[in-house]
C-alpha cells in the first residue's frame, strides 16, 4: 500500500514537472495567445455584461490603463463607434464626452498584466519547488517505509 502511495506521488510529480516544462518553452505562444484573446475581447465588446466584457472592464478599471497596446484601439471597435471609449478607459469618474482621448488612460492594458503576471512568477516558482520538495521527501519516505516493513517481516519468521 505504502509503494501505491508512492507511486501516486510519483506520478504527480512528474505531471507537475512536465506542466512546468510545457509552460516555459511554450511562454510566448502562452503570451501571444493571451494578447490575441484580449483583443478578440475587446472587438466584441457590449458592455452588456458578457464575461468577456466584465473581464475587460474589470482590467481598464483597476490597472487604469485602455486597450491593449494603447487607447487608440478602440477605436477600430464597434461600441467606440457607437458610444465611444468605455467608461472604464476614463481618468476620471465623469469623462463626458466619450469620445475625448486627453480624459482616457494612454496606456494600453497588455504590458501591465505581462508586468503583474511576470513580478509574481517568482512567487509561483518559489511556491512551486517547495510543493515538489515536500513531494520528493514524502516520496523517498514511503519508499523507505515500506522496505523496513518489508525487512522485517521476514526478520520476525
Same mark, same amino acid.
Not at 466584457?53 to 497596446?69: E, F, N, P, R
Given at each position: 500500500?505504502?509503494?501505491?502511495?508512492?507511486?501516486?506521488?510519483?506520478?504527480?510529480?512528474?505531471?507537475?514537472?512536465?506542466?512546468? @516544462?510545457?509552460?516555459?518553452?511554450?511562454? %510566448?505562444?502562452?503570451?501571444?495567445?493571451?494578447?490575441?484573446?484580449?483583443?478578440?475581447?475587446?472587438?466584441? #465588446?457590449?458592455a452588456? =455584461? !458578457?464575461?468577456r466584457? !466584465?473581464?475587460?472592464?474589470?482590467?481598464?478599471?483597476?490597472? %487604469? /490603463? &485602455?486597450?491593449?497596446?494603447n487607447?487608440? !484601439?478602440?477605436?477600430?471597435t464597434? #461600441? #467606440?463607434?457607437?458610444? =465611444?471609449?468605455p467608461? +472604464? $478607459? &476614463?481618468?476620471?469618474?465623469? &469623462?463626458?464626452?466619450q469620445?475625448?482621448?486627453?480624459?482616457?488612460?494612454?496606456?494600453? &492594458?497588455?504590458?501591465?498584466?505581462m508586468?503583474?503576471?511576470?513580478?509574481?512568477?517568482g512567487?509561483v516558482? =518559489?511556491? +512551486?519547488?517547495?510543493?515538489? $520538495?515536500?513531494?520528493? @521527501?514524502? @516520496?523517498?519516505?514511503?519508499? /523507505?517505509?515500506?522496505?523496513?516493513?518489508t525487512?522485517?517481516? #521476514?526478520? @520476525?519468521?
Open positions: 500500500m505504502l509503494k501505491l502511495y508512492a507511486m501516486f506521488l510519483t506520478l504527480i510529480f512528474l505531471v507537475e514537472l512536465v506542466a512546468a @516544462i510545457i509552460g516555459f518553452v511554450f511562454r %510566448h505562444e502562452i503570451k501571444n495567445s493571451l494578447k490575441n484573446n484580449y483583443e478578440k475581447a475587446l472587438k466584441q #465588446y457590449n452588456t =455584461g !458578457d464575461y466584457s !466584465d473581464a475587460v472592464d474589470k482590467i481598464q478599471s483597476m490597472l %487604469h /490603463c &485602455c486597450g491593449v497596446t487607447y487608440r !484601439d478602440w477605436k477600430d464597434n #461600441y #467606440y463607434s457607437e458610444k =465611444g471609449f467608461e +472604464s $478607459c &476614463c481618468k476620471l469618474e465623469d &469623462c463626458s464626452p469620445r475625448d482621448a486627453d480624459k482616457v488612460n494612454n496606456e494600453g &492594458c497588455f504590458i501591465m498584466v508586468t503583474i503576471i511576470e513580478s509574481e512568477m512567487v516558482a =518559489g511556491i +512551486s519547488f517547495g510543493v515538489a $520538495c515536500f513531494q520528493l @521527501i514524502g @516520496i523517498f519516505l514511503a519508499y /523507505c517505509l515500506s522496505r523496513a516493513i525487512n522485517n517481516q #521476514y526478520e @520476525i519468521v
